[in-house]
Nanobody
């Protein structure tokens, strides 16, 4: 299974970005997908997660500003980020937890840089 992330970039505070992450390969069942982020000198933290029943989880710092969604047919997850703040600057990593025919496994995509600066 491979995950590919798109959509990072440089924006000003208050602006929006949408990240997407597409999963491809031997995916028999969907567990959950989501995004972590890592700022320079800090630990990687969970930003948002969406489960197979479309329940969602958000980190406290992004609640009310970020929205995670998914397209089942495309095995793609999206992260709509509104009202971006400089503290949202980080490398964002998508991940997916799937049944690949033999086990539940977690896969990671490459990081995509999000920079919020005036």
């Amino acid at each position: 299974v491979q995950l590919q992330a798109f959509g990072g970039g440089l924006v000003q505070p208050g602006e929006s970005l949408r990240l997407s992450c597409a999963a491809a390969g031997r995916i028999f069942s969907f567990g959950h997908m989501g995004w972590h982020r890592q700022a320079p000198g800090k630990q990687r933290t969970l930003v948002a997660r969406i489960f197979s029943g479309n329940n969602t989880y958000y980190g406290d710092s992004v609640k009310g500003r970020f929205t995670i969604s998914r397209d089942n047919a495309k095995n793609t997850v999206y992260l709509q980020m509104n009202s971006l703040k400089p503290e949202d600057t980080a490398v964002y990593y998508c991940y997916g937890n799937f049944w690949d025919g033999s086990s539940w496994s977690t896969y990671w995509g490459q990081g995509t840089q999000v920079t919020v600066s005036s």
